[in-house]
């Protein structure tokens, strides 16, 4: 896959697009997926925003400060009705999660590691929509699904805008580099810290296929209360050896050092113990996205004749699989859940963490590991696994 030239990225192969493009400089390919149309209609996006728990986003602009308007779904479908004909868009998160052919489009930027991918919006924007000049701080594939957008771009750096009462964020004092019209078929990718601004030409339809990118602050935001959770219990301050002191308000230096060997029991983790959080932070699914258990639950001969009839599972497209090798084993992670494995499961690791659909004949072949089968009879009960119709 690596060595293989493909139309997606302009006749380049995946290493050949990675070396010189990724996190480094934007690309423009015409015909990235030609003939491409997309499979949800505007009228089905605004449907979807309308429902529970989908993060969905409304941004019209008009004539009066700050010039922008945001509003938050879910929406009513009289919301729509009352739009005005030009300049609104309409950005609905995660259509993945809720779409499964809208989904597949996810699978030809495999390349890049399925835990990187973050998801799939879907922007639906009348004449002259747009969100404004901003900067993303992650990669991003900009898909011309429907109709035209003219995107304009620049490598410079911005300050934010500093607009009062303006609720989007955007950059102040935009002039473009490089300027394009996007057909249906056609894509942009832009690196992190590249400001852009999109306009539709008509009404448009654009598909954002985003990648995880989190802050260190977020990263070791996690971690500190990972470690918070996993502290013993029983450690906490003591000075069995304390003496009489002449200053109250004084915390000696040996106070100090107490408090700081306390601290340091926790604050010097393992390679391995950062590598595990790591593994459990980068799969973990948004809260409301969280899978449900099926109404019926399946036991293990159910589980093991419908893999033998070739029926096939596949992951809920909220959930991330990844695994990595260490000299004891293996280490799986599903959906935020850590599962170490013994080095004979390590391609049973591999064969879910690397395919959203395993091979059922891969899958029996460990299945004969009691481990294997009580993993996957718990995610297909938990609602992670499910039975390919």
């Not at 002039?175 to 019209?181: G, K, M, P, Q």
């Not at 219990?233 to 069995?240: A, I, K, L």
């Not at 304390?242 to 700081?260: F, K």
Request: glycine fraction near 8%; proline fraction near 8%; charged fraction near 25%.
């Amino acid at each position: 896959m690596r060595s293989q030239p493909s139309t997606l990225l302009g006749g380049l192969t995946p290493a050949e697009f990675l070396k010189q493009y990724w996190q480094k400089k934007p690309l423009l390919v015409r015909g990235a997926l030609s003939g491409f149309r997309s499979t949800i209609s505007p009228e089905e996006l605004a449907g979807l925003a309308c429902e529970p728990g989908v993060e969905s986003r409304l941004v019209i602009q008009g004539g009066k400060a700050p010039g922008w308007k945001l509003r938050h779904g879910p929406f009513r479908h009289a919301d729509f009705t009352r739009l005005p004909p030009r300049r609104w868009t309409l950005l609905v998160q995660d259509v993945d999660k809720y779409l499964p052919e809208v989904g597949a489009l996810l699978d030809p930027f495999r390349f890049i590691p399925n835990w990187r991918i973050d998801d799939l919006m879907i922007s639906y924007a009348a004449d002259g929509g747009s969100v404004g000049a901003h900067v993303d701080a992650y990669d991003v594939f900009l898909l011309q699904a429907q109709g035209m957008r003219r995107w304009d771009i620049s490598t410079a750096p911005y300050p934010d805008a500093d607009i009062p009462g303006l609720e989007l964020k955007q950059v102040a004092g935009f002039e473009a580099e490089d300027s394009w019209l996007l057909l249906p078929g056609d894509m942009l990718y832009l690196p992190p810290g590249v400001a852009h601004h999109g306009v539709a030409l008509g009404d448009c339809m654009t598909f954002s296929i985003g990648f995880r990118a989190p802050t260190q602050a977020e990263m070791l935001g996690d971690f500190a209360a990972q470690l918070t959770e996993t502290a013993r219990r029983g450690m906490q301050y003591t000075d069995p050896n304390l003496m009489p002191t002449e200053h109250p308000g004084e915390i000696n230096a040996t106070a100090r050092a107490r408090a700081r060997r306390l601290l340091r029991a926790e604050l010097r983790p393992s390679d391995e113990k950062l590598d595990i959080w790591f593994g459990r932070y980068m799969t973990e699914s948004k809260p409301w996205l969280k899978p449900l258990p099926p109404a019926r639950r399946c036991d293990a001969a159910n589980l093991l004749a419908r893999l033998r009839q070739g029926r096939s599972l596949r992951w809920h497209a909220a959930v991330r699989v990844a695994w990595f090798d260490s000299k004891q084993g293996c280490h799986l992670f599903v959906d935020g859940m850590h599962y170490p494995l013994p080095r004979v499961l390590a391609g049973f690791a591999r064969a879910l963490g690397n395919g959203r659909v395993p091979e059922p004949k891969v899958l029996l072949r460990y299945l004969r590991k009691p481990v294997a089968r009580s993993l996957l009879l718990e995610w297909v009960n938990a609602g992670l696994c499910i039975w390919v119709r």
